[in-house]
């Protein structure tokens, strides 16, 4: 029995804690034991809970990668607990206190990101990697992009493996289901595309809206959804009040059941710049035949191939953005061709089973 440890520094849940938790619900247990360590009052504790595994609370790591006051804690609790694998989600703390305490040491970059030259040149990339190679035996790139970052900033490549995230897929509601959704979003009788993203203005929400407004100009009968919270939101919404379009750019704020949204969703959008791995909505729209506008950036290129699942887009480009939605809006012919594209590249590729079961392999290579 391999005995491991996941350790997110996350207070809310995100990508990342999404991510946890869809190892925690996928893992052989007759070959690893699990345990949990989060920041105090996490909302990932419940969840995690409900999943029957034991959760350890740590202070002075939330929502931080690096506090000196957290290692000595984080030490003493991989020194009681003995664990063979520490595999972190974004806590330094956590990597150099499971060093210190003995384990093997994994990582995962969940996010893709145009490097500092402070860390990606001279010195500073030397250090960087130098650094990053001894915190940790096994790296995990959620995408290829993600990979490019690290080696970029000095990490050895082959210190890094790539695993695709992966989702468990969501189910198709019947009619009767979606017509009910559809009035509780306020959908109407149109087509629905949405965006499911933090509201930051590196999400590219603008350009979605912008988008939106030009479809809608040309007669598109369509409800264009905004699914998140973020501390961009009252910015976006006077946009949309200044477009006047109130009615058909609604945003839903924070919901907890996205699949429902899903399950209603014609396209699906997204539009980052400035952060994305392997988006975890794009891949539950996939797993329902949703197929995708996204922009070039990241790790979106590893998800939606252009013309098979969905369409690639110059990022902060909404006239792009409108182009693309435009087509797949009004050609029947070419939805069903991409709608049954992101089954096929869902079940091949994206797979909760699939990333769980790599991930497992990495942690027994490395115990080995």
Known sequence: ??????????????????????????????????????????????????????????????????????????????????????????????????????????????????????????????????????????????????????????????????????????????????????????????????????????????YFIEAADMLLKDGIDAKFFIAGTGSHEQALKEKVRGLGRENDIIFTGFISDVDKLMNITDVQVNASYGTEATSLALLEGMSIGVPAVVSDFGGNPGVIKNGVNGFIVPKRNSRGLYMKLKELLSNERIYKKLSDGAVEIFRKNFTARAMTEQTENLYKELVR
Do not use: W
Not at 98 to 116: I, L, N
């Open 1 to 206: 029995m391999i005995k491991v440890i996941e350790v997110s520094s996350d207070t809310n849940i995100g990508g990342a804690g999404k991510c946890v938790l869809t190892l925690l619900e996928n893992f052989d247990y007759k070959s690893f034991s699990v345990k949990v360590v989060l920041p105090e009052n996490s909302l990932l504790k419940p969840q995690v809970e409900a999943l029957g595994i034991e959760v350890i609370e740590a202070a002075g790591i939330a929502d931080k990668s690096l506090d000196r006051s957290a290692i000595k804690s984080l030490r003493e609790i991989f020194k009681r607990e003995k664990p063979d694998i520490v595999h972190t989600h974004g806590s330094m703390s956590a990597r150099i206190a499971a060093r210190q305490a003995g384990a093997k040491v994994v990582f995962t970059r969940h996010s893709v990101f145009d490097p500092s030259p402070r860390i990606s040149k001279g010195a500073g990339k030397i250090i960087n990697g130098l650094v990053n190679s001894y915190y940790a035996d096994g790296i995990i790139a959620v995408a290829e992009a993600a990979k490019e970052n690290l080696v970029a900033t000095g990490v050895p490549e082959k210190k890094i493996r790539v695993i695709l995230n992966g989702v468990k897929g969501l189910t198709r509601v019947d009619e009767k289901e979606r017509a009910a959704i559809r009035k509780r979003f306020g959908a109407g009788d149109g087509k629905v595309v949405s965006i499911v993203a933090r509201l930051e203005d590196i999400k590219g929400h603008e």
